[in-house]
């Protein structure tokens, strides 16, 4: 197995540092996502959390909000830097923060030594042979009864599609896009199980956000009647409640285990 990386550090720098400033007030506001509930119901007061491939590290400012003792890790040097940085205004959180440049194939921590492995968007960026020894990793730095959270791209969703189709429209008209495979729900089930994790939920969400992607480009929308794109927003936000009560065609899917 090769440990070369299909997405490389520059391409993220790139992308997330030209992002705005972090706030308290948005770090604080992430825990009002949907998709976290269920893991907040099952998470105990200050947690020892490790946020894997944390970018900015919005959600490690977040867990530290709320009282968690959370590690940001990343395999880029200048990410760690900004996300510490963008922290100097985030004063008087009631938990801990720190900082750790490492890769999630074979992550600088202690067997058993966490409550919780935290991963937003990250799995989908690697190869399916590193996304199961990223599982293994997890479960083996998880203490016995600790929380693997995954929150990936589903592969059954209008999201997909428009990735696919973007992919092949961005080899003829660069920038390229960052390379990524969304996952199939039996698949992130299988990787958990082989693990040894014992799976708690597996919940497609945000199906709103997979839908809306499939509109029109601004342009041409904008050349339509208020009324008509008003009427056709208010039907996709109608089907997306739906899919969502349904759990189906989802934008994401949301895996949560035990050890």
Not at 177 to 187: A, F, G, H, P
């Amino acid at each position: 197995m090769s440990n070369t990386l299909p997405t490389q550090a520059d391409q993220w720098e790139e992308r997330l540092v030209a992002t705005p400033q972090e706030t308290m007030e948005h770090c604080r506001g992430l825990y009002d996502a949907d998709h976290l509930k269920p893991l907040f119901d099952l998470l105990p007061p200050q947690s020892k959390i490790v946020e894997a491939g944390c970018g900015l590290g919005q959600f490690v400012y977040m867990f530290a909000s709320l009282g968690h003792h959370c590690i940001g890790l990343d395999y880029s040097a200048k990410l760690i830097d900004e996300a510490q940085a963008r922290g100097e205004n985030l004063t008087d959180l009631p938990g801990t923060v720190q900082w750790v440049e490492g890769t999630i194939l074979d992550l600088p921590f202690e067997d058993n030594s966490l409550d919780c492995y935290a991963s937003f968007g990250v799995l989908e960026h690697f190869t399916r042979d590193q996304q199961r020894i990223i599982m293994s990793e997890s479960h083996r730095v998880l203490k016995p009864g600790g929380l693997l959270y995954q929150f990936v791209p589903s592969f059954w969703s209008p999201w997909t599609l428009r990735r696919e189709i973007r992919y092949w429209f961005r080899k003829l008209v660069p920038p390229n896009l960052v390379w990524q495979k969304n996952i199939r729900r039996s698949l992130l089930r299988k990787m958990g199980a082989e693990a040894g994790f014992q799976e708690i939920s597996c919940q497609s969400v945000y199906a709103g956000v997979a839908l809306r992607s499939m509109r029109l480009p601004n342009r041409l929308r904008r050349m339509t009647p208020a009324r008509i794109r008003q009427t056709s927003q208010d039907a996709i936000d109608r089907m997306g409640q739906w899919c969502d009560r349904h759990d189906i065609l989802g934008y994401g899917l949301v895996y949560i285990g035990k050890k």
